[in-house]
């Protein structure tokens, strides 16, 4: 066991919790930080950013929804003597273009790869878990998924695979060093696929409809998003839309030594979990 304390941020999040559970059943020494820890952390609050990220030897980072915070933090965490860096960021970033989707995340990516620290980056593609948790959870337990996406494909990660990934390269120093990785399930599927996957397995009359981007943003708004974050979801359709994250790659068996998990084991767990009955 390793005396080396390893820093989890979003530890309360999708991934981060995940994440934390692996290393500490390596026997990982974890700082599970997030704005309710003892220490707290929080991204807009940098005051606090020193105690958290003391004694610190690698850092699990996923970025704030806004560009600009990592570039501080990576400062912080090179003079507190962090060695290594592991950022969450989304697939196929490379592609995005003039997007004005995920200016967070390749603000992020510029930060951590722009440092003097050992890094690697993670690009996950869209989460299985998205499906049976926010957003998508609620719409498909009353029957319905509205969504601005046709017949463009998106290979689902399993949040169990990109924790196993995590995991595994936080532990790893200097195998995974200068690495980005592309996270993707097998294959890739339309939404319309995976809604009709998700009624089958269920044995509940969910269907897919396809709107649009607009259609989108005012039914988000509608449901108490702000106006910001609904254009900013639907960005990300208008986005996928145009095949920038529809491939699908190898990269969890090269990390893991195993193929990734299928979106129909995702299907299988959760409705074993009645996730789709209001």
Known sequence: MSNDITLVLGATGNTGRRVAARLRLRDTPVRAASRSSHPPFDWFHPAGWDQVLRGVTVAYVVPPPVPGPVHDLVARAEAAGVRRLVLLSGHGADDWGDSAFGLDMRSAE????????????????????????????????????????????????????????????LSEPGRHAGRVYELTGPRALTWAEAVELISRASGLPIVYRRISPAEYTATLVQEGWSEDEAQHLAEMFVLLERGAGAWTTDDVATVLGRAPRTFEDFVLRATAADAWRC
């Not at 878990?129 to 494909?153: C, I, K, M, S």
């Open 110 to 169: 510029d930060a951590v790869r722009g440092s003097a620290l050992e890094w690697t980056v993670l690009r996950a593609s869209n989460f299985a878990q998205n499906f049976d948790g926010h957003p998508f959870r609620v719409p498909l337990a009353a029957g319905e998924l509205a969504l601005p996406a046709g017949a463009v494909p998106e290979p689902f990660i399993d949040l169990e695979d990109v924790a196993d990934v995590a995991a595994a390269v």
